[in-house]
């Protein structure tokens, strides 16, 4: 490469031209001081014309003698220092003029001896300003206000040897300066810079380990260390050289490997497309291979017959375009879900094929953020088997409705002959004396009811899943409801030794609305249910307000009993689940109570819910909503005054009851606690008998 411009050359230009620079800014400053100067020794002189000439005028002012004061102007314009005078009165008037002068407009004239003003090119005139006074009788009178002007041309040829002077001496420096620097430069950077530069452009990587320079420099300057940099480069050239030889040799072999590799893997990759391909084709589906924009680049399928289009109608155009306009905006709603990160998004269409209307169902994802992938898979089928299932989940719940239906309906049917066999053993049991019959009615009455609460669990479930069962909400005192289910159940609580608690807070209502008989039928359920799994210990019932507006009460039912495995406390409120069979031998239950509470619980706008420890015990919780009583005081009141009816010691009684041994039996208990009683078995016979005598009760 040949070189254009050494360094040297550059740097010796740079120098030369700001030396050029700062010699012209010297020079020019020295010629500025000296012009200045002598402009100073200029004025000086004016004055000292001022001096000589102002007593001559003015005298010749004073005597009104303008022939002396023109002859005194035109013998200062002689003077070489003065190109002009001019003299005006205090008034502005013109006393006189000579020589070249500023007129009132500021152009620079020249009087003729006519006096007459001639415009003339000089500009730049120096003035000199002086007034003229006289004294006399010791008071002194100003008579006129002068003006000289000089020319700068004066001044500047004062000047103007001097500055040749300097300038020729300013050049004469310059060129000994430029030899000088260039002999330097050369000797000290120019030789060694074209060696250090003919060493790196004929560098041989061939024989790199031979080539040094020396630029027989003993300083230890920046050219010494270029010498060692470059000395040292070129031993590093040829290290890395061997080790780039050792290291290409490792290349060719690694290369060769992966070569191999890659011929391996290859053959491996068209066994696996082959597979692949055989796969594809042994299922039915559609496969189609997408840009992101929509458009089928490619497809396989062995279903022909169910393209929607044939191929060559279809390929290279987007897939929301060729499909109709509704199923077409599903796939383009589908394909923007899928660029937005979701990884799989299906949707199911029918579409009319050669083969017929058919039903199917559309996956899509992404493959490496380039490609959007479609399975197409034919649902007719499956969509056939599930409308038939539909149709047959429907029926089924039909059936299982009208068996609900009916059994709801069939409640009283089914309650009222074993109601009346119970009653007819409690009259029985009131009236026989041997105690081995009364032990053995005892048994029947406890199985009796048994067989009751069992009739009642499925007849109140019935109901619930037929949504037939009734809620009345009526107003309630709360402790009487609780010391009442207290009082059922002290017997078998006392039987089995058990310690019975019941706590209301102090800010739980007395009285309340709501469903009475729902209530009770939880608190029972659970009571019951505690009672049963406890063989030592307490039970604990505990009432608390969860919430004042609207009112909502916390029930809690304690007890010290088996408890429940963690494991199978998520189905404990399911139906017909009980703890396992070990324990339905022991513990008899339809496993309703529960999923019966629970869904009375929830029809009351609240919720259930349980903790348990194994041989611990267990906590039943749940929450009901009530509306409050705003002058439960007045109710109580009245309560307490006796004004709701009640029945006297000895009352007239009429009643109606269809069935004949619940009317022998209520007439029994009736009659034994001493009141006078008439059964009838219709309402109409109710009226028929209302009408012949007066009745203090009729129900």
Do not use: C
């Not at 300097?166 to 620097?181: D, E, P, S």
């Not at 210990?537 to 608390?544: F, L, P, Q, W």
């Amino acid at each position: 490469m040949q070189l254009k411009e050494s360094i040297t050359q550059k740097l010796l230009k740079t120098t030369f031209y700001i030396y050029i620079i700062i010699t012209v800014t010297v020079t020019f400053i020295h010629f500025y001081g000296e012009y200045s100067y002598t402009k100073e020794k200029v004025i000086k002189e004016l004055e000292i014309i001022q001096a000589t000439f102002t007593p001559s005028l003015s005298k010749a002012i004073w005597d009104l003698s303008s022939n002396q004061v023109n002859a005194i102007l035109k013998g200062m314009v002689e003077l070489p220092q003065v190109v002009g005078i001019k003299l005006e009165d205090t008034n502005g008037k013109k006393l006189g003029m000579a020589g070249i002068i500023i007129d009132k407009h500021g152009k620079t004239v020249l009087v003729d001896k006519s006096k007459n003003l001639i415009s003339t090119k000089n500009q730049g005139l120096l003035e000199h300003q002086f007034i003229i006074s006289h004294v006399a009788a010791g008071k002194k009178s100003i008579l006129a206000n002068a003006i000289i002007y000089s020319s700068p041309d004066f001044i500047f040829q004062r000047v103007k040897v001097g500055f040749l002077f300097v300038v020729i001496n300013a050049i004469i420096k310059t060129i000994a300066f430029w030899l000088l620097f260039l002999w330097v430069g050369r000797i000290i950077l120019t030789r060694p810079l074209k060696k250090l530069t003919n060493a790196v452009t004929n560098l041989n990587l061939e024989k790199i380990e031979y080539q040094k320079i020396d630029l027989k420099n003993s300083s230890q300057n920046e050219l010494k260390m270029l010498e060692i940099s470059f000395n040292k480069m070129v031993q590093n050239i040829y290290k890395s050289r061997s080790s780039l030889d050792q290291t290409n040799r490792n290349l060719e072999k690694i290369v060769d490997e992966r070569t191999k590799k890659l011929k391996t893997v290859n053959e491996e990759l068209v066994q696996k497309n082959i597979e692949l391909k055989a796969i594809f084709q042994a299922f039915p589906d559609l496969y189609f291979w997408l840009g992101l924009d929509g458009t089928i680049i490619g497809f396989q399928t062995t279903q022909f017959s169910d393209l929607y289009i044939p191929p060559e109608e279809f390929i290279h155009k987007k897939m929301q375009d060729i499909l109709p306009p509704e199923i077409g905006k599903k796939m383009e709603l589908a394909f923007n879900r899928v660029k937005e990160g979701e990884s799989l998004v299906q949707i199911d269409y029918s579409l009319p094929v050669p083969s017929g209307e058919k039903y199917f169902e559309a996956r899509i994802l992404l493959l490496l953020e380039k490609q959007l992938f479609v399975v197409v898979r034919d649902m007719t089928v499956r969509q056939k088997i599930q409308k038939e299932l539909l149709l047959a989940k429907e029926k089924a719940e039909s059936s299982n409705i009208a068996k609900s239906e009916f059994l709801a309906n069939m409640s009283h049917e089914i309650r009222t002959p074993i109601s009346g066999i119970i009653g007819m053993i409690e009259m029985i049991i009131s009236i026989e004396e041997k105690k081995e019959t009364l032990d053995s009615l005892k048994l029947i009455k406890d199985r009796s009811w048994s067989l009751l609460r069992l009739i009642n669990d499925i007849l109140d479930f019935s109901k619930i899943e037929s949504g037939k069962l009734d809620f009345v909400e009526k107003t309630m005192n709360l402790r009487d409801l609780m010391n009442s289910l207290h009082e059922e159940q002290k017997r078998i609580i006392n039987e089995k030794r058990l310690d019975f608690r019941l706590i209301i807070e102090e800010n739980v209502p007395e009285f309340i609305i709501g469903d009475p008989d729902r209530l009770s039928q939880v608190l029972k359920n659970l009571l019951t249910n505690a009672i049963k799994f406890t063989e030592k210990g307490y039970i604990s019932i505990k009432v608390k307000v969860q919430k004042e507006k609207p009112l909502s009460l916390l029930f809690s039912v304690k007890d010290t009993g088996m408890g429940i495995p963690e494991k199978r406390i998520s189905e404990l409120f399911k139906k017909f689940v009980q703890l396992d069979s070990s324990y339905s031998k022991k513990y008899q239950g339809t496993g309703l109570g529960l999923a019966i509470s629970k869904r009375l619980v929830e029809i009351m706008g609240g919720k259930i819910w349980v903790e348990s420890s194994e041989n611990i015990g267990s906590t039943f919780y749940f929450t009901v909503e009530f509306k409050t009583v705003e002058k439960h005081n007045q109710l109580k009141k009245m309560i307490d005054d006796d004004k709701f009816l009640k029945i006297k010691n000895t009352s007239r009684i009429l009643f109606a009851e269809d069935d004949d041994l619940n009317r022998k039996s209520t007439k029994h208990f009736l009659e034994k606690a001493g009141h006078k009683v008439k059964a009838v078995s219709n309402g109409k016979e109710v009226i028929n008998e209302f009408t012949k005598e007066k009745y203090d009760l009729i129900t």
